[in-house]
Structures are given as structure tokens and as C-alpha cells.
């Protein structure tokens, strides 16, 4: 008889969890995944896909103002939010059945409930106790609200992509990509939206001028954007709510939203009873193979907090499986991985910031270019797409590309592969472009800024 259960228990099945879940079982591990919410976790069910779907909905009213300058009459369009809502609801519960699928299909038993890590090698569900050879934590994090007067009053990302109607006035707090997405479906969709940052920028950690170019999009299509601004409290006030600055101004909206950042889940899973080390946050502290302080027990995706990325998850997850149950070691590469935010305009980006880069090589060489994209000749749309490459001087690679602008997201992937294969600038200039497309400047870029 088997020692344990299984071979393997997951804990959450998101992207992370359910990759590295159904990887272990194809190698013939004996796995049983937990999950007490939805299949499919933060990305399918209430973070990149629907974000993405609800985005591309509110798109259209770029399309409708374009149309004119190609000769088309477009009669006064409108949007119905609540259709578009439920059009999202409808593909999201279609993908959560497809997840459910693959785990069945790959042999992988599903445990519906909460789960709590008993000791190293057990984990109880709803009062019954399950064994395993080894744990794996996947249960991601979740948005946090700062410790204000009246935050119950505002919503986070999980709550504003089912809302029943779209508001008028929205303040988003927060210059984050969550914040900058959502900024702009609601601008799109129709709302006046004012984005509060207490910084002097958005996307902090980003290559600065994309920081300048993105903020200044959002500002052309109409999003009002406070610097140095911080949320106090927030009240009830005839039908709205009333939001506290810290310098005394009161701000009248229909919603509020707190964009303010993410933490792991780990609160009330037992694992500091465990040993597991954790870190100020929360976290779970892991090695380069997601082993943590548990020799038994390992930890992959935004629970580790840090690469909070949807693929780096599955990554882990997969590297995790080919390790223990392939005999085949290997970790997840962090270099070069590749970022988008889809804002309106859309950011992409891999690699290093030209800030970052300096650090690292000291002297560099950038490349930029900021240009009318060719459809905005004829729709009149007053928007710039920025594109810059940032090159190590002595060896002459290119080690950060950088877009803001329409298919951005599409262009950086490619890109992305060049850079993993040590592509210097030479080999960019010598890629004959394709043309007529915007994706053809990052060869054409000849001079560099300053030269």
C-alpha cells in the first residue's frame, strides 16, 4: 500500500496550480488539486481575461470616432454595460468548465473546499484529512485596502468587473497596471475617470519614458490624473460617495475603486504552524526551485510574490513537475520576461529600463522614436506611439525594448524571443522590416538619442 494519498496536493487552482498539476500527472504522479472558489483562479476568473474582454468592449468607441476619417457614417452608438457584463460572465464560466476539464482528463482529482496544512505531508478539507509525498502552495494573492475611514465603501478589481452599471463619476486610486486597465475601460465605456496616484508618475518601476508616454495617452482621451495625491476617507453623501483628500478637498463620485496593490494568499492555511518561512508580506519564501523552508512543501506564483505574472506562474508550476516526477531539473528563467499592461494605450515592455540598464553596464545606448501611427493619419486621433531600445555599449546586445502604442502587447512577444537569444543591436538593424506596420521602427532605429 502507498505510503500517503497522493504524490502530490495542490493547494489553489489557478494558472500556476493547475500547470504544474496536470504537468505532474502526465509523468504519472498520483495528484489531487484544492480549490474553495472558482476553477481557473485569479486570471481566468476575475483578473486577466475578463479585464481583457471588458476592455475590448470598450474599445469599440475608438472605432465608432475613427470610422469618420475612412469614410464611414456611424449613427450615435451605445454601449450596454450590463450586456457586456454578462457577455464576459458567459465566456468566463464557459473557460472555468474547460479548466475542470483538463484537470479531469489529466487524471488529476479535484477537492472542492478550503484547504489547511496540517503538517508536511497532510492537508484537510472540509474535516477530512488527505496525505501526500509533497504540497504544493498555488493559492496567489488578493487586492488590499488601505485602513481608511469608510473604505468599505470602495471596490477593488475583483468587484468592478461585475458591476451592474457603469458610473459616471470613477476615482481609481492607485498608478499601478490594475489601476491604469481599468482607467481606461471605464474612460472608454463612458465614465469620467480621475486617476489618484501618490506618486509623481504611474507604473513606478517602469523605463521612464513610458511612464511619460502612457500618462500622457490616458490624459489625451480624457482621464484626469492627480500626482501626490492621497486618499483620507471616505463617506456616504447624498446617493454618492464623498472621498477625503489629505489636503482637505472633497471629491464627489458615483464609485470609487482601490488599485493599491496585491498580497499573497497564505493568511489561514497553517503554514507558519508548519515551519513554512514566510515574509513581511506574507509571502512564502522559496529557492530557485520553489522548494521552501518544508522540505516537503513548495510554493509557486504570486503567493512567492515575486514575479506576479500569469506565465511566470505556469512556468514554475511546469519546471516543478519536470523536476520531481520527470527527473528532468529545471527552474524557471526570470531574465527577459516579458510585460504588458493593457492600458488605453497599451504598454509592453522586456527586458531592462534604461535606468535599470545604466546600473547595471554603466554606459549604454537608447534608442527612440515617437510617431503618428499610420491610422491615426486619417482618423485625426491625437495619440503618438513611443518605441525605444536600450543596448549595452561593450557587447553591443540589446538588453530593453519598450512600446507604448497600438499592438504593442503583439509586437513585444517577438521581441521577447530575439532577446532570449542574445540578439544585439547589428543583427536588429540587419532584420529587414516589414512595411507597411508600426513593429518595423524597432529595426530601423539608427541613431541613438544624444548622438
Not at 476568473?45 to 475613427?66: E, H
Not at 517602469?206 to 483620507?232: K, M, N, Y
Request: proline fraction near 5%; include cysteine.
Amino acid at each position: 500500500m502507498p505510503a500517503f494519498d497522493y504524490d502530490l496536493i495542490t493547494i489553489g487552482a489557478g494558472s500556476g496550480g493547475v500547470a504544474g498539476s496536470r504537468r505532474a500527472a502526465s509523468y504519472g504522479a498520483r495528484v489531487a488539486i484544492c480549490e474553495d472558489g472558482r476553477v481557473g483562479g485569479t486570471c481566468v476568473i476575475r483578473g486577466c481575461v475578463p479585464k481583457k474582454l471588458l476592455m475590448y468592449g470598450s474599445q469599440f468607441a475608438d472605432a465608432f470616432q475613427d470610422a469618420a476619417g475612412y469614410g464611414w457614417s456611424v449613427p450615435d452608438a451605445s454601449l450596454d454595460w450590463g450586456a457586456l457584463v454578462a457577455a464576459k460572465n458567459r465566456e468566463i464560466d464557459r473557460l472555468e468548465g474547460v479548466y475542470r476539464r483538463m484537470l479531469d482528463q489529466a487524471g488529476v482529482t479535484l477537492i472542492e473546499g478550503r484547504a489547511v496544512v496540517v503538517d508536511p505531508h497532510t492537508v484537510e478539507v472540509a474535516g477530512k484529512r488527505h496525505t501526500a509525498e509533497r504540497i504544493m502552495i498555488a493559492t496567489g494573492g488578493h487586492p488590499v485596502l488601505p485602513d481608511i475611514p469608510g473604505i468599505e465603501l470602495a471596490i477593488t478589481s475583483n468587484e468592478a468587473l461585475s458591476l451592474d452599471k457603469l458610473p459616471g463619476d470613477v476615482l481609481i486610486v492607485g498608478g499601478g497596471y490594475i489601476a491604469l486597465e481599468f482607467a481606461g475601460i471605464f474612460r472608454g465605456a463612458g465614465a469620467r475617470v480621475t486617476l489618484a496616484i501618490r506618486r509623481d508618475q504611474v507604473l513606478g518601476g517602469f523605463d521612464q519614458d513610458i511612464r511619460q508616454s502612457v500618462a500622457e495617452g490616458l490624459q489625451r482621451r480624457g482621464v484626469v490624473i492627480r500626482p501626490h495625491t492621497r486618499v483620507v476617507g471616505m463617506a456616504r453623501r447624498d446617493g454618492r460617495i464623498a472621498v477625503q483628500i489629505d489636503d482637505g478637498e472633497i471629491l464627489m463620485v458615483d464609485q470609487a475603486m482601490m488599485a493599491t496593490g496585491r498580497a499573497p494568499n497564505t493568511r489561514g492555511l497553517g503554514l507558519e504552524a508548519c515551519g513554512v518561512a514566510l515574509g513581511e508580506r506574507g509571502e512564502i519564501k522559496v529557492d530557485g526551485q520553489s522548494r521552501t523552508s518544508v522540505p516537503s512543501i513548495y510554493a509557486v506564483g504570486d503567493v512567492t510574490d515575486r514575479l506576479n505574472l500569469t506565465p511566470w506562474a505556469i512556468a514554475e508550476g511546469r519546471a516543478l513537475a519536470e523536476t520531481l516526477y520527470n527527473d528532468n531539473p529545471m527552474q524557471a528563467d526570470a531574465e527577459n520576461v516579458p510585460a504588458a499592461v493593457f492600458s488605453q494605450p497599451p504598454v509592453a515592455t522586456v527586458g531592462l529600463s534604461e535606468e535599470d540598464a545604466r546600473k547595471r553596464y554603466g554606459k549604454v545606448r537608447v534608442y527612440r522614436s515617437r510617431f503618428r501611427p499610420m491610422k491615426n493619419t486619417l482618423s485625426g486621433r491625437d495619440e503618438q506611439t513611443m518605441m525605444k531600445l536600450v543596448v549595452d555599449d561593450a557587447s553591443d546586445r540589446v538588453v530593453g525594448c519598450h512600446m507604448v502604442g497600438p499592438d504593442g502587447p503583439e509586437i513585444i512577444q517577438g521581441l521577447a524571443i530575439a532577446m532570449k537569444c542574445g540578439a544585439t543591436k547589428r543583427q536588429f538593424d540587419q532584420t529587414i522590416g516589414l512595411h507597411p506596420t508600426a513593429a518595423e521602427e524597432f529595426v530601423t532605429m539608427r541613431e541613438p538619442v544624444g548622438a
